[in-house]
């Protein structure tokens, strides 16, 4: 089992330009869940997803877009990229709620954005 | 004041010492979640907990409901349990708390 895996796992962009996030989990999980992390904050959720099909917002969900069409891809937009979002990006599956379920995370991957 | 406080925020400890991080909440929890964070950057869950006490391995996790209080110990520590320990606590739906983190740093 490869567990949590996202790609790629470092990447630079320039301001404006456009990239996808793609995570993967083969535990049959519902639950996944998109994170952001910066240098002395804690774990920010981004967006999450309760199943197949299914999206919502979380703490700082402006700026990006997620997508959800197969229950092992959770998929992490950023439309047009902006400096603010230089961060660490982390992915995690759960198989039910994350508040009662362990959860599983992916590497991370680093994003700078020029 | 922080809703989830963890102490210290940071500790060195020399190898084999007993080790014990703090997390102290102010909200009512359904769970709290210790998680461990590496310097390479994974992270890594350790325990669940809604009562009492568990034990994996060198690692054990105590919470007090009434006093709104939970420990993670670690004993015989060695230098690859060196990294970031994060308190986490439960509250509404999918909502989830997160504490600071202490940092580790144990000593060959």
């Known amino acids: 089992n490869a567990g949590v895996t996202q790609t790629p796992k470092f990447r630079v962009l320039k301001t404006g330009q456009s990239m996808t996030l793609l995570c993967a989990q083969d535990m049959n999980h519902e639950y996944m869940y998109w994170y952001r992390q910066d240098p002395g904050m804690g774990l920010r959720l981004i967006h999450y997803?309760?199943?197949?099909?299914?999206?919502a917002k979380g703490e700082v969900p402006d700026g990006y877009n997620v997508s959800r069409l197969k229950k092992q891809n959770f998929l992490l937009g950023l439309e047009s990229a902006a400096p603010s979002q230089t961060s660490v990006y982390f992915c995690a599956s759960s198989y039910r709620d994350r508040a009662y379920n362990e959860q599983f995370f992916g590497p991370g991957t680093r994003l700078t954005v020029l | 004041k922080n809703e989830v406080e963890q102490s210290p925020q940071n500790l060195t400890a020399q190898e084999g010492e007993f080790i014990t991080i703090n997390c102290s909440y102010s909200v009512g929890i359904s769970a709290l979640h210790w998680l461990q964070q590496h310097p390479g950057g994974g992270i890594v869950s350790l325990f669940m907990?809604?009562?009492?006490?568990k034990k994996h391995g060198r690692l054990i996790a105590t919470i007090n409901i009434q006093e709104k209080h939970s420990s993670l110990h670690i004993t015989a520590s060695h230098p690859r349990d060196s990294a970031v320990y994060i308190c986490a606590v439960s509250g509404s739906n999918y909502q989830l708390i997160w504490g600071a983190g202490t940092k580790l740093i144990i000593k060959p």
């Open positions: 907990l809604s009562s009492g006490k």
């Open positions: 997803s309760v199943g197949e099909g299914t999206t």
